[in-house]
């Protein structure tokens, strides 16, 4: 079933920039440039980008915040902006900077108040909160009012708040922003839990890489206002080259130069004892490295290091014509 589909969606902006000494001229700005996009349901949809690149305009349209300047786009097989209401009761949303629950108000009367604002049953209501309340640990944050919450803490609420009323979709917007590591573990494992359900459809944006390692199977990267990339993971790092590393250390220097078919020596450290190398090629394994270096030398350990995602997509931006 598919709950977003979108086709050459846009979304413009009149911006006043300055054309001389005394001068100023409006300019039609695309931050959103003819996107197409379908999720089904159960999806974990990661949607990175750079600064300015269209990810909180493409949440903003897909929430029903903004109307599009082009293009159609259905979320639950509404329109977002004519039938936000509809929508609302559909969707959770979670904004890394904005907050949905009442400041002055301990953080269980939150949850009370947000029962009546979307009508939900009392016992559906119930078992979601205890769901959410085991989870994430919130038993002693209850009577707590949501003013002297921490950062972390406060997440924890409104990742609750977003769930309570059982949305079918549930977009993110940074929402581990901020946090210590510690409070971003717990908000990680349990979205993680939430996307293996396959009850909720997330869509997630995030400067974090590692959010979108540990959540998303799909990835889908926009660059100044145009998807980049659909895919895998392992999509992206095959399509841009990423390797698999290699670090021996040895008990002594290599006495002749060691060639490999597909590998490349990264590093030379520690006097020669420690050599890193890069797998070029699929046709090399890592055990046909290390087998190949065990005939020629005396091996004290190895570490296999998986690719760096920040550096594939850092090398995907800088691919793009124009950059």
């Known amino acids: 079933m598919t709950v977003i589909a979108a086709r050459g969606l846009r979304k413009e902006f009149r911006v006043r920039v300055k054309a001389g000494w005394l001068r100023r001229e409006t300019r039609v700005v695309a931050a959103v440039d003819g996107i197409d996009l379908t999720v089904e349901r159960g999806e974990t949809v990661g949607y990175i980008g750079p600064n300015g690149a269209g990810k909180s305009t493409t949440m903003k349209m897909l929430t029903g915040v903004l109307y599009p300047s082009g293009g159609t786009v259905r979320v639950c097989g509404l329109e977002p902006v004519p039938q936000?209401?509809?929508?609302?009761?559909?969707?959770?949303?979670?904004?890394?900077?904005?907050?949905?629950?009442w400041w002055d108000l301990p953080l269980g009367d939150s949850f009370a108040l947000l029962r009546h604002v979307y009508g939900v049953p009392a016992a559906e209501h119930t078992a979601c909160l205890s769901r959410c309340r085991r989870l994430l640990d919130l038993d002693p944050l209850l009577e707590v009012p949501v003013r002297q919450l921490s950062l972390g803490q406060r997440m924890r609420g409104e990742l609750t708040a977003a769930l309570l009323h059982g949305p079918e979709v549930l977009f993110l917007d940074e929402p581990t922003i901020g946090l210590d590591v510690v409070s971003k573990q717990a908000v990680r494992e349990f979205l993680s839990r939430i996307g293996e359900s396959g009850d909720t459809t997330i869509v997630l944006t995030t400067h974090d890489l590692a959010d979108i390692e540990r959540l998303c199977r799909r990835l889908l990267i926009i660059d100044r206002g145009r998807v980049v990339h659909d895919g895998s993971l392992e999509d992206?790092?095959?399509?841009?080259?990423?390797?698999?590393?290699?670090?021996?250390?040895?008990?002594?220097?290599?006495s002749a130069a060691f060639e490999v078919a597909g590998v490349r020596v990264d590093a030379i450290e520690a006097g020669g004892r420690r050599l890193t190398f890069a797998l070029e090629s699929d046709a090399v394994t890592a055990g046909d490295l290390v087998r190949r270096l065990a005939e020629v030398a005396a091996l004290r350990d190895i570490a296999i290091l998986e690719p760096d995602i920040e550096d594939v997509v850092a090398r995907l931006y800088t691919s793009q014509p124009g950059r």
């Open 236 to 254: 992206l790092h095959a399509r841009y080259g990423s390797r698999r590393r290699v670090v021996a250390d040895l008990d002594a220097p290599l």
């Open 84 to 101: 936000r209401i509809q929508l609302a009761r559909r969707i959770g949303v979670v904004f890394g900077q904005r907050s949905q629950l």
